[in-house]
């Protein structure tokens, strides 16, 4: 069970299984899983019947529900279709989330059992330190953190800097709004992420890792502990591996909910215990991190990619993907769509499958308008490039980037001025400070787009928007700065008229903009029934029952209570007269 399955009542109706199949005296195991991606319908139960080759999924589970179903179908052997629960993970590939929705995350047992630890054993007694990067670096594996870095590459710096103590590190700081793959990954599968960076301290000569979680994933750091100790008793962690002469541990370090401090060069600050903020690079860490020693730090992701390439080969891995993107990547899917989630599709795969036949379309029969990935480093695929095939390369031409994977879908009721506002408004509140560009240009381009969107917007706004951007672009120190303007200037790129809409024509085309609107009733559908005066949190709404009523548009605060509570549907929002 992961934070959503939890979240969503999953550890209810594990005690309800356990106490029903007690009742009945069925000799079931019930096993505790992590997130399987399909988020819009935790809880979710497996059920697997011997001789039977697939498991019957159920979703949207309650402890009534779950009665019903050990009832009828543990009990009478007879499937409960009502609450099938649609799959699409058929659809997808698994590699990074292999082992998440499928093993105990709390049992090594389990995961040895599905080839766990092989990887490991594999390179210290078959393969050489280089022949662990060479295999690495020939799987064509990128950074899944952002940047995209080749992660053999990386290795192959570390493993040949000079240094008398070397470190491995992990970056669980997962600080993209609305991506939650990495904190799934660990909930999910612990052991893979010990195990790689193991392989990753035998690579390149370090004795020593830090896992960087953020400390608002207790679940994650809870299971990572666990699997440590386990990892540790087993043999796995800690001096003379399996017998061999590599020794190797690990420690978690807790992160506060910094943005920045996914950034490497402050993260490793923030491990020595110093305020988080980035530094000049080169040297890059891979040379001079942790304490000023060699240091590699991966991702998440990138690191549970990693026993899987040494077990089944870098060809294997290689074989799918693009010339350059090799693999898969996982993305976390919000925003208006169907089925939000995780999903793990092979690099290149079109955005219109990822948005229509695993995400299943866009709710409310709207159209789609773009696609947010990178997250606030990134920017808007407009719906003209729906057919993009997905990869590090391609989204960089198209303005925007990989990120950590977030993808937000978004319809055609979405105000892309209003987009950019919101993305730069976190990169604001998240600047650390330490550098000009990013501190005060930031903010000064964020002063411009409320202009905008507050009906305040002049003629030349736009220029000095992308004049500030480049020079925030190239004279800011760190990641950070250097993409804040991203989200502003894709949308600028594909959606000018919009801006334009707002500063010239003074209107917001999608109907979002406050300013731009207000709310009115229509007299013809109104019933008089005053719920709307009734609900209205202000009183800006007058009339009595049986009588006229109307909106005072100064005293309204637009919140649209009123609108969702008139059953008639006589509330309208329209442009300001
Ligand atoms: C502001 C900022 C925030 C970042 N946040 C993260 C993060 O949360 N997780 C992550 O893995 N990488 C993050 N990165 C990228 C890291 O600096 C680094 O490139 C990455 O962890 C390297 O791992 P990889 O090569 O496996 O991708 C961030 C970069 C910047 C500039």
């Known amino acids: 069970m992961a934070t959503c399955g939890i979240a969503a009542g999953a550890q209810k109706v594990y005690e309800t299984v356990q106490q029903e199949i007690a009742r009945y005296g069925l000799a079931v195991t019930v096993v505790p899983t992590g997130c399987i991606g399909l988020c819009r319908y935790e809880p979710i139960v497996d059920i697997y019947v011997p001789g039977q080759e697939e498991a019957v999924r159920y979703g949207q589970i309650t402890p009534e529900k779950i009665k019903k179903i050990i009832a009828l179908h543990l009990f009478a052997g007879q499937p409960v279709p009502d609450y099938v629960c649609q799959d699409h993970r058929g659809k997808q590939m698994m590699v990074a989330l292999r082992n998440s929705g499928v093993i105990n995350p709390e049992s090594i047992e389990e995961y040895i059992a599905v080839g766990g630890y092989q990887a490991l054993a594999k390179a210290l007694f078959e393969m050489t330190p280089q022949e662990v990067i060479e295999e690495v670096k020939a ?207 092979v690099m290149g795969t079109p955005l219109r499958h990822v948005i229509y036949d695993l995400g299943g379309g866009i709710p409310g029969g709207k159209k789609f308008k773009a696609a947010q990935t990178g997250g606030p480093s990134g920017g808007c695929i407009p719906a003209a490039y729906i057919d993009t095939a997905i990869d590090y390369e391609n989204l960089l031409e198209l303005g925007s980037m990989m990120g950590s994977g977030g993808l937000i879908v978004m319809d055609e009721e979405t105000c892309m001025v209003d987009v950019a506002r919101f993305f730069l408004e976190f990169t604001v509140d998240e600047s650390c400070g330490k550098c000009p560009p990013c501190r005060i240009g930031t903010k000064r381009m964020l002063e411009l787009l409320e202009r905008i969107t507050s009906n305040k917007g002049e003629k030349g706004d736009l220029e000095k928007l992308e004049q500030l951007a480049k020079t925030i672009q190239a004279a800011s120190l760190c990641g950070l700065g250097q993409t804040a303007p991203n989200p502003v200037m894709s949308t600028l790129r594909y959606f000018r008229a919009e801006y334009e809409a707002h500063i010239e024509e003074r209107k917001c085309p999608a109907g979002v903009c406050k300013a731009f609107l207000e709310y009115t009733i229509i007299e013809e559908k109104c019933r008089k029934c005053s719920l709307c005066a009734r609900t209205c949190p202000v009183g800006a709404i007058t009339g009595k029952i049986k009588k006229p009523h109307r909106i005072d548009t100064e005293k309204c605060t637009q919140c649209g209570l009123c609108m969702s509570k008139c059953p008639v549907k006589a509330i309208a929002k329209r442009p300001k007269q």
């Open 139 to 345: 799987s064509g594996l990128r950074g899944r953190g952002g940047g995209g870095f080749s992660t053999g590459l990386k290795w192959d710096y570390s493993a040949r800097a000079e240094g008398d103590q070397k470190y491995v590190l992990c970056n669980a700081d997962e600080g993209d709004p609305g991506a939650f793959m990495d904190r799934s990954i660990l909930e999910g599968d612990p052991h893979s992420i010990i195990e790689a960076m193991t392989i990753a301290g035998y690579a390149i000569g370090a004795d020593r890792g830090y896992i960087y979680v953020r400390a608002e994933y207790p679940l994650a750091v809870k299971r990572l502990e666990k699997a440590m100790s386990q990892a540790r008793q087993m043999g796995f962690l800690g001096t003379k591996i399996s017998g061999s002469a590599f020794s190797f541990d690990l420690e978690i370090r807790l992160g506060a909910g910094a943005f920045v401090c996914g950034e490497e060069t402050a993260l490793m600050v923030s491990i020595e215990g110093k305020r988080g903020e980035p530094r000049p690079r080169p040297p890059f860490p891979a040379v001079k991190g942790l304490y000023g020693q060699p240091t590699v730090l991966n991702n998440v992701e990138t690191y549970a990619n990693i026993p899987i390439i040494l077990r089944r080969g870098a060809s294997w891995f290689s074989s799918f993907g693009t010339e350059k993107s090799k693999g898969t990547k996982v993305f976390a899917l919000g925003g208006n769509i169907h089925h939000t989630g995780l999903i793990e599709v």
